[in-house]
Nanobody, 112 residues
């Protein structure tokens, strides 16, 4: 069955960096575009970034453009989100997404 397992979240100070990972299994990872979403406390789920199946094209929400980088390693069936210059408003649970499937999420907290 499809499994998406996020990791790499944690507590970081403003201006810091984190790299999230999403380990995928149960499907042919290299055939699918993937996305990252996030959900802040009391808010709806928000799209963050997307990448095509071969990694050749990426897109970002305006709120993270220039600070976050989505990437993938199809040999390792893993999706990444490098997050730099983190802000308190980036605090959220981050999810990786395949069409019709979600991971369980990883918490990112940006606070001094």
């Amino acid at each position: 069955q499809v499994q998406l397992v996020e990791s790499g979240g944690g507590l970081v100070q403003p201006g810091g960096s984190l790299r999230l990972s999403c380990a995928a299994s149960g499907f042919t990872f290299s055939r699918y575009g993937m996305s990252w979403y996030r959900q802040a406390p009391g808010k709806g789920r928000e799209w963050v970034a997307a990448i095509t199946s071969d990694g050749g094209s990426t897109n970002y929400a305006d709120s993270v453009k220039g600070r976050f980088t989505i990437s993938r390693d199809n040999a390792k069936n893993t999706l990444y989100l490098q997050m730099n210059s983190l802000r308190p408003e980036d605090t959220a649970v981050y999810y990786c997404k395949l069409p019709n499937y979600w991971g369980q999420g990883t918490q990112v907290t940006v606070s001094s």
